[in-house]
């Protein structure tokens, strides 16, 4: 069964550092998301992404993020100057046409802990 | 303000009874519904999306009450393996997922 990838599984990165999270979504979707997740608390989203633009984004989403599909296949969420509370579980997510389109479907998450 | 409200639990819940989740919603108009499953340190993963006619799969059973902007989800002989965190998610008619706090669920032996 197809799934998203996403690397690292971990990162440790110092506090203003630029830390580049990679995704690898289901090869036919369409659609693709970032969700974090802090520690004990809830899922939330933090941008969506569709024909090479952004179509929604959070006000998390502050100008320290960008994100990009450089190739036919990753897309990367980036943080340009991390700071202490970046610190979370990142979701990416697909979702594509077919029968389920509506279901957005998870990787695995990166772990990202800012020092 | 688009919520979605879970009762955060825990529910310890001996192997082999039923068990019941409730979750509320802000906005009637609504239009997607979707109960996930996450297990400690993992990625959410779809247990089932939910359907204004109520839906079953196996052990599992989902109820839309759009009147009451409320979603069930229903487990019943409940296994070890069921023991995790049920994720009440909405779709609020944009590209992004709402999810609640999660409700953990403990099957004890």
């Known amino acids: 069964e197809p799934e998203v990838t996403q690397t690292p599984s971990h990162q440790v990165t110092q506090m203003g550092q630029e830390v580049i999270l990679r995704c690898v979504p289901i090869s036919n979707h369409l659609y693709f998301y970032w969700y974090r997740q802090i520690l004990g608390q809830k899922v939330e989203f933090l941008v969506s992404?569709?024909?090479?633009?952004?179509?929604?984004k959070s006000e998390i989403f502050d100008d320290q993020f960008s994100v990009e599909r450089p190739d036919g296949s990753n897309f990367t969420l980036k943080i340009r100057s991390t700071k202490l509370e970046d610190s979370a579980m990142y979701f990416c997510?697909?979702?594509?046409?077919?029968?389920?389109?509506?279901?957005?479907?998870f990787g695995p998450g990166t772990r990202l802990l800012v020092l | 303000r688009k919520e979605v409200e879970q009762d955060p639990g825990p529910f310890n819940v001996p192997e082999g009874a039923t068990v019941a989740f409730n979750c509320t919603y802000s906005n009637s108009a609504s239009q997607s519904f979707f109960w996930y499953r996450q297990d400690c340190r993992k990625e959410p993963k779809l247990l089932m999306s939910v359907y204004s006619s109520g839906n079953e799969d196996g052990r599992f059973t989902a109820q839309l009450n759009r009147a009451s902007q409320y979603i069930s989800l229903l487990i019943r002989d409940s296994k070890l393996s069921d023991s995790a965190t049920y994720l009440c998610?909405?779709?609020?008619?944009?590209?992004?997922?709402?999810f609640g706090t999660g409700t953990r669920l403990t099957i004890i032996p």
């Open positions: 997510a697909s979702r594509g046409p077919g029968p389920n389109q509506e279901t957005q479907y």
């Open positions: 992404f569709y024909n090479n633009e952004i179509s929604e």
């Open positions: 998610v909405v779709n609020f008619g944009n590209e992004k997922l709402t």
